[in-house]
T-cell receptor
Framework: AQTVTQSQPEMSVQEAETVTLSCTYDTSESDYYLFWYKQPPSRQMILVIR??????QNATENRFSVNFQKAAKSFSLKISDSQLGDAAMYFC??????????FGTGTRLTIIP | GAVVSQHPSRVICKSGTSVKIECRSL??????MFWYRQFPKQSLMLMATSNEGSKATYEQGVEKDKFLINHASLTLSTLTVTSAHPEDSSFYICSARDPHTGNQPQHFGDGTRLSIL
């Protein structure tokens, strides 16, 4: 079974600085999707960024970028120029085909003003 | 972009009451929807996969008679918590796949906070 591991229960970063959230996963598949979701206190699940495994280029969405290392099965999220509104729980997730989405345990990100 | 509407957002009711939560895909047809439960400070736990026109597929340990799922149309799935008790209090969230975008990503509703007194 696929598993997703987020080894950092909590992280904090100074406003305007850069922070990296780590995520590793386990799969025997070669073509799959990886996602980072943000869950603020309102508890909405907001898609931050996604990566298709067959694409070598790392996905980027404005201040958010990933470091996708397929061989190492690593999918870290980098947030640049951190803002107060970035404070939230961040979940890494894996999906293959029409199977269920597998979530990590989450990382709580605190932004220090 | 694709929108999933979940209703109600908050329910407070007495023990023994049955509660129905609706999940609608507003601008796409979803043959598959998912129901999750989330305890405080934990990740989302998949309860069941809702399939239009057929029976839902429940995850291990989820009571199908307790959590009734109906997916009668391509835009609506409902989760009914039957005879709810305080231990059923939780945050429930649904998601749906849009086949026109290759079923990726899943689109989430805003969730329902259920409190059983």
């Amino acid at each position: 079974a696929q598993t997703v591991t987020q080894s950092q229960p909590e992280m904090s970063v100074q406003e305007a600085e850069t922070v990296t959230l780590s995520c590793t996963y386990d799969t025997s598949e070669s073509d799959y999707y990886l996602f980072w979701y943000k869950q603020p206190p309102s508890r909405q699940m907001i898609l931050v960024i996604r990566q298709e495994a067959y694409k070598q280029q790392n996905a980027t969405e404005n201040r958010f970028s990933v470091n996708f290392q397929k061989a190492a099965k690593s999918f870290s999220l980098k947030i640049s120029d951190s803002q107060l509104g970035d404070a939230a729980m961040y979940f890494c997730a894996y999906n293959f085909g029409n199977e269920k989405l597998t979530f990590g345990t989450g990382t709580r990100l605190t932004i220090i003003p | 972009g694709a929108v999933v509407s979940q209703h109600p957002s908050r329910v407070i009711c007495k023990s023994g009451t049955s509660v129905k939560i609706e999940c609608r895909s507003l601008d796409f047809q979803a043959t598959t929807m998912f129901w999750y439960r989330q305890f405080p400070k934990q990740s989302l736990m998949l309860m069941a996969t809702s399939n239009e026109g057929s029976k839902a597929t429940y995850e291990q340990g989820v009571e199908k008679d307790k959590f009734l799922i109906n997916h009668a149309s391509l835009t609506l799935s409902t989760l009914t918590v039957t005879s709810a008790h305080p231990e059923d209090s939780s945050f429930y969230i649904c998601s749906a796949r849009d086949p026109h975008t290759g079923n990726q990503p899943q689109h989430f509703g805003d969730g329902t906070r259920l409190s059983i007194l």
